[in-house]
């Protein structure tokens, strides 16, 4: 190792860059490298909410199929391995550190001075594992926005756009349009476009895809779906209807998620590959994604929801007010200062009967004090361990705990559930 203990505390190193638009660094990274990438088919995911969940679920799909699938997500919830998966099976560490050394060494080579982002050179990692485990096809989310961000280097098989709905207004804008057009900017000439975005957004997308010749495909337009019953739907594309469909995932929002998931797998039909209709019902059916609605079953149960924009946590108190309108709830609360706390707060606290505040350890987080000013019946923690301890000291039987604001705050609470229940 050079000048640092292991290549976990280099790439630690590299957040200090913190964010940095642009295709520059990842191009001159992925140059250093030989191009993995060129060689490699993938699935390109944008969108405010909802693009884990359908690379998730199309990952299980296509295993399903008889692919060989890489998965490329951010950000973890407890181990960077998360993040770069093949057929389910997380990156190793000692594969962790081989790369980082292979791409740094490389790096320094060629000479290439540039400050590279944490986010650009995790991306070159996973471009460069994929190529080296020979996967058949890659669902690659986007980290931010979609024009800049640098997982943009690649043309993929069909580009999908989960939804648009105010987040990250600092760095893409403050109104819908602007926001629709930094996602809309993964679209590449020619390539199929997958969205569940309405209204101006639709719009947009609709423009950008037409000036590049690309087909769009829209939900309530080229695709629909129904719900039959609890985590259940039917699917219907042009001719092509799937009926009740089951999705492992829980909330009426991962029917919306699984309806795009399918409807690529139609478009990835159309271009040569094998999916038949036993591996989407089979994929759909074990499709797993830890920290969305993942509930955990202790002395009190637990509901771990990464929600951090209002769209998420109106999808979470919908699920909250069907499932658990006749139980005491408790809240445990952190989210970033960045966020549209306020907006957030407005929603979630009428729903519950207790709330704690608390923090991730970050120094994006937003203090629990500021969040405190909201209610004068909180309680305030300086952790999440703290607010763990907390919830359990206060809960009573039949009561459910639930953990959300941030992945940060989830990740942590995962982590240290065992230690205090």
Known sequence: MKGYSSPMEYLSGLESAGIIFGLDNIKAILNAIGNPHEGLHFIHIAGTNGKGSVAAMLSSILKDAGY??????????????????????????????????????????????????????????????????????????????GRLDSTNVITPLVCIITNIEKDHVDYLGSSIEKIAKEKAGIIKKGIPVITGAHGIALDVIKKRAMELESPVFSKDFEFSFKKTKEQTFNFSFL????????????????????????????????????????????????????????????????????????HAVKALITY??????????????????????????????????????????TARALSPYELASFTDKCYITDNVLEALKMSKNIAKEDDVIFITGSLYIVGEAKKLIDEVF
């Open 68 to 145: 060989k699938v890489g998965k490329y997500t951010s950000p973890h919830l407890i181990r960077f391995n998360e993040r770069i998966v093949v057929d389910d099976k997380e990156i190793s560490d000692n594969e962790i550190y081989e790369i980082v050394d292979y791409i740094r060494d490389r790096i320094e080579g060629q000479n290439i001075d540039k400050v590279f982002s944490y986010f650009d050179f995790t991306t070159a990692m996973a471009f460069e594992y994929f190529y080296r485990k020979k996967v058949d096809i890659a669902a690659i989310e986007v980290g931010l926005g």
């Open 239 to 310: 001719d092509t209807v799937y009926e009740d469909v089951f999705v492992n995932l829980k909330g009426d929002h991962q029917l919306f998620n699984a309806s795009l998931a399918i409807c690529a797998t139609l478009i990835l039909k159309e271009k040569g590959l094998n999916i038949q209709k036993d591996a989407v019902y089979n994929g759909l059916a074990r499709t797993e994604w830890a920290g969305r609605l993942e509930t955990i079953k202790r002395s009190t149960e637990i509901i771990l929801d990464g929600a951090h924009n209002l």
């Open 320 to 361: 909250m007010q069907d499932h658990y309108k006749n139980r005491k709830t408790i809240l445990i609360f952190g989210i970033m200062a960045d966020k549209d706390y306020r907006s957030i707060l407005k929603e979630l606290l009428p729903t519950v009967n207790k709330v704690i505040f608390t923090k991730a350890n």
